[in-house]
T-cell receptor, first 112, second 115 residues
């Protein structure tokens, strides 16, 4: 019940296209859902996050869509660029400052 | 965003020796820090929760006598890998939540290689 399932495992997108990564969870106590971007050999960087009281959040080219009833959330990267090529992790936590439960990760490759 | 640093960024040690990794919150205080390990092409696995002024909380299956955690101040947590063996070779990453916020920030990671 603590798991967060992420798909796809890898994704190849053409430059300018839309990248979509999906996550699903079981624990309805989760109330914070961040996305992290990680480049090889680096620590994860917080990209965007959402609370369950909203269904969508947009920051620049990055959008989180959240479906509370389906217990799913997704990351959309608009106008994908080669510089977006990285591994993306979704995560969830139960409360402020609580431990994050991570998805399995998605390796995104944006082809020029 | 807030900044978390780690030192060293990489370390090579011989089997049987101990290695200490530092995690610092540079511009905020952190009563809690988290330690993760990550193997190549895999997700982050939470090892333990470091609590300032009290004992760390370890995840199931993590040997507390092997991975010693000390949270000495509101800005510093250390992870000591004792009697390291080649199977302990991994990427160790710490994180810290900012107080009163859900946001959690990660350090740059420490690559440990045990020969």
């Amino acid at each position: 019940q603590q798991q967060v399932k992420q798909s796809p495992q890898s994704l190849i997108v053409q430059k300018g296209g839309i990248s979509i990564i999906n996550c699903a969870y079981e624990n309805t106590a989760f109330d914070y859902f961040p996305w992290y971007q990680q480049f090889p050999g680096k620590g994860p960087a917080l990209l965007i996050a959402i609370r369950p009281d909203v269904s969508e959040k947009k920051e620049g080219r990055f959008t989180i869509s959240f479906n509370k009833s389906a217990k799913q959330f997704s990351l959309h990267i608009m106008d994908s660029q080669p510089g977006d090529s990285a591994t993306y992790f979704c995560a969830a936590s139960v409360n402020q400052g609580g431990k994050l439960i991570f998805g399995q990760g998605t390796e995104l490759s944006v082809k020029p | 965003g807030a900044v978390v640093s780690q030192h060293p960024s990489w370390v090579i040690c011989k089997s049987g020796t101990s290695v200490k990794i530092e995690c610092r919150s540079l511009d905020f205080q952190a009563t809690t820090m988290f330690w993760y390990r990550q193997f190549p092409k895999q997700s982050l696995m939470l090892m333990a929760t470091s609590n300032e002024g009290s004992k760390a909380t370890y995840e199931q299956g993590v040997e507390k006598d092997k991975f010693l955690i000390n949270h000495a101040s509101l800005t510093l947590s250390t992870l000591t890998v004792t009697s390291a063996h080649p199977e302990d070779s991994s990427f160790y990453i710490c994180s810290a939540p900012t107080q009163g916020s859900y946001e959690q920030y990660f350090g740059p990671g420490t690559r440990l290689t045990v020969t």
